[in-house]
């Protein structure tokens, strides 16, 4: 994974985490990858996803089953989307916004895009 300047990589990864759960990669309620799998995976120090864990626990999106592992809360969903929505609003869109200001980008032309968009990447 390309790590981006902000927000802080262990946030990146608790959004990578959520993003799985949302593509249903990863079901609610079944177990998740664990810390040291994750970081391998990402190439990254484990204490930077025992972090993420720790926010996603924190945000009752993740539990902990001591001795087991880590496993996604069964009504996560609508906290994904919470938190989801959260970090883009406060790092994503305002660069979105000031592109689409500086490049006099059209709303409806925006539309279309994003329309075509979803009906190539996520629409079968």
Request: proline share 2%.
């Amino acid at each position: 994974m390309e790590f981006k300047d902000n927000p802080a990589i262990y946030i990146q990864i608790a959004e990578y985490v959520c993003e799985q759960i949302l593509l249903k990669k990863w079901k609610l309620g079944e177990k998740i990858v664990s810390i040291r799998d994750l970081a391998v995976q990402m190439e990254v120090n484990h204490n930077t996803v025992q972090r993420a864990y720790d926010l996603l626990q924190q945000q009752n999106i993740i539990v902990n089953k001591r001795g087991i592992g880590y496993f996604t809360d069964d009504d996560a969903m609508e906290r994904i989307l919470d938190f989801r929505r959260e970090q883009f609003i406060e790092n994503e869109l305002p660069v979105f916004m000031r592109n689409i200001f500086l490049l006099k980008l059209d709303f409806t032309e925006i539309k279309k895009i994003y329309d075509q968009f979803v009906k190539d990447n996520f629409k079968k």
